[in-house]
C-alpha cells in the first residue's frame, strides 16, 4: 500500500463523485475501491498518444491514430441487416484522402453538429476494408444544440491514460471518477521535506501520483508503458518505504524498561533445561542462545527471528529460551500453525518441564470447551507456567497472569497482526519468531524488518542431507518399487501429494491423482505394511491418532499432503516419495526432504513429477543437487517469484500496487536506507522532517496489514 497523506484527495468517499449513484458505487466498493485514494493508486493500463495527427494516407489496419479532418457529408442511414438508424460522416484531411466515420448509437442533435466544412479532431481504432479507412465511434468532443456556441470541441493535445474496467464498469467510465480525484489531488500538498526529495533525486508521492495520471506530453517517440516510467518506479519506492517505516514503528512501540530480576534463576532453569536432554547442545546451539539470553537480559523487549536448515536444532535453542523465562520468574507460550506441530511441541517441552517443576498447558482450537477453561484459567492465576498451542492462544479469552516470552514457530505462516496480539497479553514481552523454512534475504528484510535476526548454520551432529532421486513421469512403478524397497529394509515412508483430491489444476495441467487413490494403490502394492492417511480435512482427532501411530512405528507409511511439510519429527522414517514434485517450490520442497532422515540412518527424498517442463526440470535437478536451504530459497525467488516461493496464500505477504519482487530487490534495499533517514530526522527533530502530521500513520498501519490476519 501506498503512503497516503491526511487530506480529502485521498478520503473522499466515491459517493461523493459526480455519476457515482448506489448501483456505481456498491459495483466499485465489490472491488475494493471505496475512496478517492483507492482510486487513484490504480495504474493506467496504458497511454493513449493524442499529440500529433498523421495524415489519413499512412493509416495501418487496428491502429488507434488521432486525425484531424474536415467533414465533407454528413447522413443518417438505415442498415436492413441491423433494423436500425447509423450515422455516417465522411471526412477529408488536408490532402483530400476520405476517411468513414460511424456512430451506432448516437444522441438526435449530432448529426446536426457535424455539418459540411466542420473541423475535427478525432481519435479511435482505424479499419481498413475494400471502401477505404474507417473508424467506428471514434472519440470526438461536440456540444448539444442547447449549449451557447455549439461547436466541436477539439481537445487539447496530450498523452492520455487508459485505464482497466473495475468490474462491469468500462474504462472510459473510469476516466471520467479518475479525472474527478485527480482534481481534488491538485490541491494536497507534498508529503516529505523538499529538501529530502531534492537530495535523493524523488519526486513526492503525491506528485508522482499526478504524474501517473496526467503523464507530461513533451518527450519524443511513443509514449513508454506506465509500469516504466520514472513516476511509476517511484511510487513503488515509497510503496516499500512505507512498509518499512510501519515496521520501524512497530519497533519503536515496544516498552523499554530496566532488565528483568533473577538473571542467575534463568541461567540455572536453562542449565537444568540442557541437562533433561538426551544430547548435549552443538556449538552453534550455544552460541545462538548466548545471543538470546543477552537480547533477555537487556532492557529494551527481545524481537529476534532465528532461522536455520531443517534439523539444525531450532526447536532446542527455543526451549533453552523458554525455560531461562521461566527461570526468572515468568509464564511462556509457544504458539505454532498447526495442531500436529502444537502437540509435538507440547510433548517434547512437557518433559523437560515435569522434570523442572512448571506446569504446562495445551491450547488448541479441537479442545473441549472444559478443557480450554481450565488451561486459560490455570495461565490466568499463574498456576500454569508455560503455554503450548494454535492460534487459540490469540483469543480474548487467552489471559497470562505474567507473560514475559513468546515464540512463534514457523512465523512465515502468521504475520504481523498476530505477533502483535501476542505481544499484547502483557505489558512487556520479548519475542521470538522461529521458521525453518528459508527465507531470502530480501524477503526477510520485508516481512521481518521489525526483528532482528539469528541463524543457526548447517546440522546438528549426525545428521545427514538427505540423497534425492528424479524419476521421469513414466516411471511411477519403479519410484514405488524404490519406496517400499526403503520401507521395507525397516524404515518408516511418506507419500505426499500436492492435493487431497484430483480436481483439474488451476493451470490447465492434467490432474494428478487424489490422496484416496494413493492410499489405495499402496494397500495394493504392500498388503504387508500399515498405512494411514493424514489432511487437513480429517478431524483432529483422526489427526492425531494417525500421527501418533506414526510416531509409535505402528504405521509405517503415512501418505499426507504438505501438512507434514513443517515440524513432524519422527526419528525412524528414512524415506519420502513426493507425488506432483514439480507443483512444489523448491523451499517447500527442502522443507519436506527435511522430514527424513533425522535419526541417524541416511534419508532418501524420491521426487516422482507428474509433467515435466523444461523450466520444471532444471528446478528438480538443483534440488536433487543443493542441499542449503539459503541458496535453494534465493534460486526459487528468481525463478519463480515471491507468491510462489512464499506459498500464494502466504499470510506474511503484504500486498502490494507498484512494488515487484524480485524485480524491485534494488528499490527494497534503497527504502529500507531512505526509512532509517527519516526516522534519524525526526529523532532528532531536523527542521522539515516531521512529516507525521501530514500522514495517518494509523491508516496506513492499518492497511499494510488488513491482508496480514
Known amino acids: 500500500m501506498l503512503l497516503r497523506p491526511d487530506h480529502p484527495a485521498f478520503s473522499t468517499p466515491l459517493s461523493t463523485l459526480k455519476g457515482v449513484g448506489p448501483k456505481t458505487l456498491a459495483k466499485l466498493e465489490e472491488e475494493g475501491f471505496r475512496t478517492t485514494g483507492d482510486l487513484l493508486t490504480l495504474s493506467p493500463r496504458f497511454y493513449q498518444d493524442r499529440r500529433r495527427p498523421v495524415p489519413v494516407a499512412s493509416l495501418n489496419h487496428d491502429d488507434e491514430a488521432l486525425v484531424e479532418a474536415e467533414v465533407v457529408s454528413t447522413r443518417v442511414r438505415w442498415s436492413p441487416r441491423s433494423r436500425r438508424r447509423f450515422l455516417e460522416v465522411q471526412a477529408a484531411d488536408e490532402a483530400g484522402d476520405r476517411l468513414s466515420l460511424h456512430w451506432f448509437n448516437f444522441p438526435a442533435w449530432l448529426p446536426k453538429s457535424l455539418p459540411r466544412g466542420r473541423?475535427?479532431?478525432?481519435?479511435?481504432?482505424?479499419?481498413?476494408?475494400?471502401?477505404?479507412?474507417?473508424?467506428?465511434?471514434?472519440?470526438?468532443?461536440?456540444?448539444?444544440?442547447?449549449?451557447?456556441?455549439?461547436?466541436?470541441?477539439?481537445?487539447?493535445?496530450?498523452?492520455?491514460?487508459?485505464?482497466?474496467?473495475?468490474?462491469?464498469?468500462?474504462?472510459?467510465?473510469?476516466?471520467?471518477?479518475?479525472?474527478?480525484?485527480?482534481?481534488?489531488?491538485?490541491?494536497?500538498?507534498?508529503?516529505?521535506?523538499?529538501?529530502?526529495?531534492?537530495?535523493?533525486?524523488?519526486?513526492?508521492?503525491?506528485?508522482?501520483?499526478?504524474?501517473?495520471?496526467?503523464?507530461?506530453?513533451?518527450?519524443?517517440?511513443?509514449?513508454?508503458?506506465?509500469?516504466?516510467?520514472?513516476?511509476?518506479?517511484?511510487?513503488?519506492?515509497?510503496?516499500?518505504?512505507?512498509?518499512?517505516?510501519?515496521?520501524?514503528?512497530?519497533?519503536?512501540?515496544?516498552?523499554?524498561?530496566?532488565?528483568?530480576?533473577?538473571?542467575?534463576?534463568?541461567?540455572?532453569?536453562?542449565e537444568a533445561f540442557w541437562n533433561t536432554l538426551p544430547f548435549r547442545p552443538s556449538p552453534e546451539q550455544l552460541r545462538v542462545t548466548a545471543e538470546l539470553t543477552a537480547d533477555l537480559s537487556a532492557g529494551r523487549p527481545m524481537s529476534r527471528l532465528l532461522q536455520g536448515e531443517v534439523g539444525g536444532g531450532k526447536t532446542a535453542v527455543a526451549g533453552a529460551a523458554l525455560?531461562?523465562?521461566?527461570?526468572?520468574?515468568?509464564?511462556?507460550?509457544?504458539?505454532a500453525p498447526t495442531e500436529v506441530l502444537a502437540r509435538q511441541h507440547y510433548e517434547f517441552l512437557t518433559r523437560s518441564a515435569g522434570a523442572l517443576g512448571y506446569e504446562t498447558v495445551l491450547l488448541t482450537g479441537s479442545l473441549g470447551e472444559k478443557e480450554k477453561r481450565a488451561a486459560r484459567r490455570a495461565l490466568a492465576e499463574g498456576r500454569a507456567q508455560l503455554a503450548v498451542g494454535s492460534q487459540a492462544l490469540l483469543s480474548p479469552a487467552t489471559v497470562f497472569q505474567n507473560l514475559t516470552l513468546a515464540v512463534i514457530d514457523e512465523q512465515h505462516r502468521f504475520g504481523v497482526r498476530q505477533r502483535l496480539a501476542l505481544r499484547r497479553k502483557s505489558g512487556r514481552v520479548d519475542l521470538l519468531a522461529l521458521s525453518a523454512t528459508p527465507i531470502p534475504r530480501s524477503l526477510t528484510l520485508m516481512l521481518y524488518g521489525d526483528l532482528d535476526s539469528s541463524s543457526l548454520q548447517g546440522l546438528l551432529p549426525g545428521r545427514s542431507p538427505a540423497r534425492t532421486a528424479i524419476f521421469e513421469p513414466d516411471q511411477r512403478p519403479?519410484?514405488?518399487?524404490?519406496?517400499l524397497e526403503l520401507v521395507r529394509a525397516g524404515g518408516q515412508g511418506f507419500l505426499v501429494t500436492p492435493r487431497i483430491e484430483a480436481n483439474e489444476?488451476?493451470?490447465?495441467?492434467?490432474?494428478?491423482?487424489?490422496?484416496?487413490?494413493?492410499?489405495?494403490?499402496?494397500?495394493?502394492?504392500?498388503?504387508?505394511?500399515?498405512?494411514?492417511?493424514?489432511?487437513?480435512?480429517?478431524?483432529?482427532?483422526?489427526?492425531?491418532?494417525?500421527?501418533?501411530?506414526?510416531?509409535?512405528?505402528?504405521?509405517?507409511?503415512?501418505?499426507?499432503?504438505?501438512?507434514?511439510?513443517?515440524?513432524?519429527?519422527?526419528?525412524?522414517?528414512?524415506?519420502?516419495?513426493?507425488?506432483?514434485?514439480?507443483?512444489?517450490?523448491?523451499?517447500?520442497?527442502?522443507?519436506?526432504?527435511?522430514?527424513?532422515?533425522?535419526?541417524?540412518?541416511?534419508?532418501?527424498?524420491?521426487?516422482?513429477?507428474?509433467?515435466?517442463?523444461p523450466d520444471g526440470a532444471r528446478r528438480l535437478a538443483t534440488l536433487a543437487r543443493e542441499h542449503n536451504g539459503q541458496v535453494l530459497a534465493e534460486l526459487d525467488l528468481e525463478m519463480r517469484g515471491p507468491g510462489e516461493q512464499l506459498g500464494l496464500r502466504q499470510s506474511g505477504w503484504p500486498a502490494m500496487t507498484y512494488a515487484r519482487l524480485p524485480r524491485d530487490l534494488p528499490l527494497l534495499a534503497r527504502a529500507h536506507r531512505l526509512a532509517e533517514e527519516l526516522r534519524a530526522g525526526l529523532e532528532n527533530n531536523l527542521p522539515g522532517f516531521d512529516f507525521r502530521p501530514r500522514l495517518n500513520f494509523e491508516a496506513l498501519k492499518n492497511r499494510l496489514t488488513d491482508n496480514l490476519d
Not at 466541436?152 to 485505464?163: G, K, L, N, T
Not at 531461562?324 to 509464564?331: E, M, V, Y
Not at 519403479?478 to 519406496?483: D, E, L, M, S, T
Not at 523451499?587 to 516422482?608: D, F, I, N, S
Open 119 to 270: 473541423r475535427l479532431r478525432l481519435f479511435g481504432r482505424v479499419r481498413l476494408n475494400g471502401r477505404g479507412p474507417e473508424m467506428i465511434h471514434p472519440d470526438l468532443d461536440v456540444r448539444p444544440p442547447e449549449d451557447e456556441e455549439n461547436e466541436a470541441v477539439e481537445a487539447a493535445p496530450e498523452v492520455r491514460p487508459v485505464y482497466p474496467p473495475i468490474g462491469e464498469l468500462s474504462s472510459g467510465l473510469v476516466k471520467k471518477f479518475q479525472d474527478q480525484a485527480l482534481a481534488l489531488l491538485a490541491g494536497c500538498p507534498p508529503l516529505f521535506p523538499a529538501d529530502w526529495l531534492a537530495g535523493h533525486g524523488l519526486s513526492d508521492p503525491v506528485a508522482a501520483l499526478a504524474t501517473l495520471h496526467s503523464p507530461p506530453n513533451g518527450f519524443e517517440g511513443p509514449p513508454p508503458r506506465p509500469a516504466q516510467t520514472r513516476a511509476f518506479r517511484h511510487l513503488a519506492l515509497f510503496e516499500l518505504l512505507g512498509w518499512r517505516l510501519m515496521m520501524l514503528q512497530a519497533r519503536s512501540a515496544e516498552l523499554p524498561g530496566p532488565p528483568r530480576p533473577g538473571l542467575d534463576q534463568g541461567r540455572a532453569a536453562l
Open 505 to 613: 489444476t488451476e493451470d490447465g495441467t492434467p490432474p494428478g491423482r487424489s490422496l484416496e487413490d494413493l492410499h489405495r494403490d499402496l494397500a495394493a502394492l504392500a498388503p504387508d505394511l500399515s498405512i494411514a492417511s493424514l489432511h487437513g480435512r480429517l478431524d483432529p482427532a483422526a489427526r492425531e491418532e494417525a500421527m501418533e501411530g506414526f510416531r509409535q512405528g505402528r504405521i509405517r507409511i503415512l501418505v499426507a499432503t504438505s501438512i507434514i511439510e513443517v515440524g513432524v519429527d519422527v526419528p525412524a522414517a528414512r524415506v519420502i516419495l513426493i507425488e506432483g514434485a514439480e507443483r512444489f517450490g523448491l523451499a517447500q520442497l527442502h522443507q519436506l526432504r527435511g522430514r527424513v532422515g533425522r535419526g541417524g540412518e541416511e534419508g532418501h527424498c524420491l521426487l516422482l513429477p507428474a509433467a515435466l517442463t
Open 323 to 335: 525455560f531461562f523465562a521461566l527461570g526468572r520468574g515468568g509464564q511462556a507460550a509457544l504458539m
Open 478 to 483: 519403479a519410484a514405488y518399487a524404490r519406496f
